[in-house]
């Protein structure tokens, strides 16, 4: 049976009071001694810890270590919730300062109770006050889905801002997770959610998406964080998605010391060594997969420039297993002619997008691959994967710019299925 469980009737443990062990500070509640542990968060680019995100540790009375959340369950239960949060707060800003560190942050999980609290932002700031800390050394982590969406939250969490803390937004991605909170919040820093990096490692497509979500954030004017990294794999996929700060046990786990300034850079360099290689495979793998349709595309650009049309120029083309579909486009952009598409019955998928099928006049001006084979003509562009508006699956075009009769340029393209193409590659 639990410590929470065994107390006799009438029982009241002392209220949580500040306490001492050594030369940290703790906070004793009850049977529990409570002490902060500091995890720290590198950024990528610095190679170096930029802040320390705290949290609790709690002894019984043998000395062995209780799951702090056994401690909040009793502090909820008497009632205690908000004042043991308080003291640990203070506990965490008193060892923080500790720390022989100048620049760092440090970053505080607010529950959603203490952030509504009409008070909670002036004691923060008493406290901060007495040890000598700036509001701007406090990275104020708001819980993903705390105040709903209430004009007093907004205003308490803008009040917290122009106060001087810096505000992170903390488990985006989960559950009712949007974009409109973060335009809503306008936090300094997006916090993943750890459960994103969880199903990103076991779905590849998912994987794909991460750097778009990133970018968003980024061009939204927020730093990006992603934490529970666990293995080099995870680290991989941070490093890929470009967020700004990493945190997990991969490059330091929770302790009551700070980590020594060089202590991730090492890991860093040999990540981003990891990362060109993989980038490397991975792009030498996709060449040798497309390697076929350049090669037909190009005979199909000299067979148009010799006067053929584009079916009877693009069947070798149209024949390789995963193309979708050519086209051409003169030199504005605009589609000259329906798209010409692989002998055979249309596919299930295209039939449920068959609104989209016929191109004919389609404007495409806006798309790289027209815009790179304009560039250079008569040099072979291939585009990232990317969601065909045709069918809505992934697909690479390729496309080449060639002199037409009246002495314009057109653009050749081949849609290839990628989809199904990676599965075979």
Request: hydrophobic share 45%; aromatic share 6%.
């Amino acid at each position: 049976m639990s410590m929470i469980d065994i107390d006799p009737p009438g029982f009241r443990p002392p209220r949580p009071v500040a306490g001492d062990a050594g030369k940290r500070r703790t906070v004793l509640y009850g049977a529990y001694t409570v002490f902060s542990v500091f995890q720290p968060v590198f950024s990528v680019s610095h190679r170096r810890a930029i802040g320390y995100h705290a949290s609790l540790r709690a002894h019984g009375e043998d000395g062995g270590q209780i799951a702090s959340h056994e401690v909040f369950t009793q502090a909820a239960r008497r009632g205690d919730l908000l004042e043991l949060g308080r003291l640990a707060e203070s506990l965490h800003l008193g060892n923080f300062h500790a720390f022989d560190s100048h620049d760092e942050w440090l970053f505080l999980s607010l529950h959603p109770a203490a952030l509504m609290d009409t008070i909670y932002g002036d004691a923060l700031l008493a406290s901060l006050k007495a040890l000598g800390l700036p509001p701007h050394r406090v990275v104020l982590e708001v819980p993903e889905q705390a105040g709903g969406e209430t004009p007093r939250f907004a205003a308490i969490v803008d009040g917290l801002r122009k106060a001087g803390f810096l505000i992170a937004l903390g488990g985006f991605g989960a559950k009712h997770s949007n974009i409109d909170r973060v335009w809503h919040l306008h936090p300094d820093i997006v916090t993943l959610d750890p459960g994103i990096l969880a199903q990103a490692s076991e779905h590849s497509h998912l994987e794909r998406v991460l750097p778009g979500m990133v970018s968003l954030l980024h061009e939204s004017g927020q730093l990006v964080l992603m934490g529970g990294l666990a293995t080099e794999r995870d680290a991989l996929i941070a490093l890929e998605c470009d967020v700004d700060f990493v945190q997990g046990q991969y490059f330091a786990g929770p302790s009551v010391d700070p980590v020594q300034p060089q202590a991730a850079a090492g890991r860093m360099d040999a990540l981003s060594a990891a990362l060109r290689l993989r980038v490397a495979e991975r792009e030498r793998m996709q060449a040798a997969r497309l390697a076929p349709y350049v090669a037909a595309l190009e005979h199909a650009s000299a067979k148009i420039v010799a006067g053929d049309t584009l079916p009877d120029a693009a069947a070798t083309l149209l024949a390789l297993p995963e193309a979708a579909r050519c086209f051409l486009l003169d030199a504005s952009g605009r589609q000259i002619g329906d798209n010409v598409l692989p002998h055979g019955s249309v596919s299930q998928r295209a039939k449920r997008f068959r609104p989209l099928l016929h191109s004919e006049g389609a404007s495409w001006e806006r798309r790289p691959y027209f815009i790179h084979a304009l560039r250079t003509p008569g040099r072979v562009h291939l585009t990232p994967p990317y969601l065909s508006i045709n069918e809505a699956h992934l697909c690479v075009t390729a496309s080449i710019a060639t002199p037409a009769a009246a002495g314009e340029m057109q653009v050749i393209c081949v849609d290839i299925n990628w989809e199904a193409a990676a599965h075979h590659g």
